[in-house]
């Protein structure tokens, strides 16, 4: 049997029972051979490939719906609905996106890319089902870090007024990003240790092999019930209305089968607790799932990546804030279930500072809370949140950091393009929702040099909230000073004076404004050029003096272009009554795709050439100077 040869589940169907396994061995096979060259989430993937079989077994996409929580385990459904040939192509430009996504498929029912959305929508489709009559099945899957997730228990919450069916699969390989915490992850963590649990159904199956006569499976089954009801406290799920099953083996396929077929008859919402491994089946994401969770290329043998060369500024921020902790006993850090991607693992693994570190699971709302309450006390606490992910946070950042004034650290890291994670990681709308609250200092580094000074001056902070942004990666690769400098609030680095161009690079998109400074000069034009440094507040003086005496500004950044830092300098302009025109290099209104990012800056226009394109284009439309003058004069005598 060819395996690619599966188009559509349909294929999958009219495979032979026995060659089930050999197809699960075929796609581990291709995962780790394809995304050795692409880089991808090679260990959810590995552990969801029985599941994921089993169930295009048994229902039927696109009517029957999968709603995958994060969806970052949804290569395999991907290689099971016609998209086998190009899974090489994963999370590469103009390839398939690491998620799902409605437009990609229509077996992908919803797109997804942060934690905790699967039971909520999955739910309002059984409720559309059942108010248009028709006669689906909805599975939703998510694994057990969303169910720290606080939207997943507001589902949960109403689940009971559903009444029909409903089949949630609780995912459980123990680990999320890094290793999941909090009371409910320990639960699912004691369930899977348990030696009780671990020669359960083995006992069980041994005693109906052994005893003969009527009813001697129902016995059995009582039995195994029995002493799954001891290790397992149902009753949290079958409180919120749900029946549940299992624990269950998800490498098991024909078990799978098997509890699929038999809960797609079940008339009431249900759900199935299934055990998986991250990364079964591929020993190097065994040693090490936080590592494969997601990653770059690697090699296939060992499961080595190519090491930075030089420090990312996740490293640094985790470098330097366990170095401030050492001195200044008030900071804290607070992470949402990712030590790993933010740096923070340095301070969570320093034994002078750990035991001010805070890994409260992937619950950003009660991360914003949990960092006002320490704020409260006199404590700093540097709330450490990839930007995408600060979105969920965002009534807290108004409602209790910025309304009360509290000195919380805001630490963004992936600020800006992403890359190959795509919309849903992408940090492009952080100064839009961040620079409007009152109250807040906003600051973005021109190189890792200039970030630690910010983490410097924030740790120094204290009169109220303040923020810095910061790309995924590496930057310039210049190196902090041993001692850093605490920078004065609001003011800008005028790095060069200029009279005909004025240049404002914001952040790691400096380096494109003196690529573009070093243009126009060899073109014979007097360039001034600006580092803002501070978003919030803004060096007012220092643009304005820019924008008197320059005929065009053009600003830099990282971020969309609607409610951006460039939107803010035209804000300025305008409020001062100063016309100097503004171009802008930023991102377009829209969610921009997947892909390398060199590729997608020059798809979308960001670029020094772009930018000398903008600049000359703005020149040429304004007036002749000599004739703007004769014609003031003229206006002057007729009046």
Request: negative net charge.
């Amino acid at each position: 049997m060819n395996f690619p040869e599966i188009k559509s589940p349909e294929d999958l169907k009219k495979l032979p029972e026995e060659q089930l396994n050999d197809l699960a061995a075929e796609i581990r096979r291709v995962l780790i051979e394809s995304l050795s060259q692409t880089g991808g989430h090679l260990g959810p993937n590995l552990g969801v490939v029985e599941l994921t079989i089993a169930l295009h077994r048994v229902f039927d996409t696109p009517k029957d719906k999968f709603v995958f929580d994060v969806s970052h385990q949804g290569y395999v459904h991907k290689m099971l609905t016609g998209r086998w040939n190009k899974i090489d192509t994963i999370r590469q430009y103009e390839g398939l996106n690491g998620f799902l996504l409605r437009s990609e498929s229509e077996h992908d029912c919803y797109g997804a890319g942060h934690a905790g959305t699967a039971l909520s929508a999955a739910l309002g489709m059984a409720t559309a089902r059942k108010l248009k009559g028709t006669d689906n099945h909805v599975v939703a899957v998510a694994g057990d870090a969303a169910f720290t997730c606080g939207p997943t228990f507001e589902a949960l919450n109403n689940v009971a007024n559903l009444e029909s069916p409903f089949i949630i699969v609780l995912n459980d390989n123990e680990w999320s990003i890094d290793k999941n915490v909090g009371a409910i992850a320990k639960y699912f963590n004691k369930i899977t240790t348990s030696k009780a649990y671990a020669g359960l159904h083995d006992a069980a199956a041994n005693f109906v092999a052994k005893t003969m006569g009527k009813g001697v499976s129902r016995l059995a089954s009582k039995v195994e019930q029995g002493a799954k009801n001891v290790l397992v406290p149902s009753v949290l799920f079958e409180e919120f209305g749900l029946r549940y099953y299992g624990p269950i083996d998800g490498h098991d396929l024909p078990l799978l089968i098997k509890t699929f077929e038999f809960l797609k008859e079940q008339k009431e919402p249900v759900i199935l607790h299934i055990i998986t491994e991250k990364g079964h089946g591929y020993q190097p994401a065994l040693d090490k799932p936080d590592k494969f969770h997601g990653l770059g290329k690697y090699k296939i043998e060992t499961g080595e990546t190519d090491p930075a060369s030089v420090p990312t500024y996740s490293q640094i921020y985790g470098e330097f804030l366990t170095k401030f902790a050492k001195e200044d006993e008030k900071i804290t850090a607070i992470t949402a279930a990712m030590p790993g991607g933010t740096g923070l693992a340095t301070f969570r693994d320093n034994e002078e500072v750990n035991d001010r570190y805070f890994d409260v699971g992937i619950a950003e709302e009660h991360a914003a809370l949990f960092a006002s309450g320490l704020a409260t006390q006199g404590l700093k606490p540097f709330l450490t949140i990839y930007s995408t992910f600060m979105q969920r946070a965002f009534d807290m950042l108004v409602h209790d950091i910025g309304i009360q004034n509290l000195p919380v650290r805001l630490c963004m890291d992936r600020a800006g393009l992403s890359g190959d994670d795509g919309p849903t990681h992408h940090g492009l709308f952080d100064i839009g929702y961040l620079r409007h609250v009152p109250n807040f200092v906003f600051m973005q580094p021109k190189d890792e040099e200039e970030f630690v000074d910010m983490l410097w001056t924030m740790a120094n902070h204290d009169s109220g909230p303040i923020a810095v942004r910061y790309p995924r990666g590496s930057g310039t690769g210049a190196k902090p000073k041993n001692k850093p400098q605490e920078l004065e609030i609001g003011k800008a680095e005028v790095v060069q004076i200029g009279n005909d161009i004025g240049l404002i690079g914001l952040g790691h998109l400096f380096s494109m404004a003196e690529q573009t400074c070093t243009s126009l000069e060899e073109q014979g034009h007097s360039v001034e050029l600006i580092n803002p440094r501070f978003i919030k507040p803004m060096d007012a003086s220092a643009i304005k003096a820019m924008a008197s005496k320059v005929k065009v500004i053009c600003t830099f950044e990282d971020h969309v272009l609607h409610n951006g830092f460039g939107a803010a300098v035209i804000e300025l302009l305008h409020e001062s009554e100063i016309n100097t025109p503004v171009v802008r290099i930023g991102w377009p209104d829209e969610f921009v795709e997947h892909g390398n990012i060199p590729a997608l800056r020059e798809k979308h226009g960001l670029s020094h050439e772009h930018a000398i394109s903008l600049i000359n284009e703005k020149l040429e439309s304004l007036p002749n100077q000599s004739q703007q003058v004769t014609e003031e004069a003229s206006s002057k005598e007729y009046a």
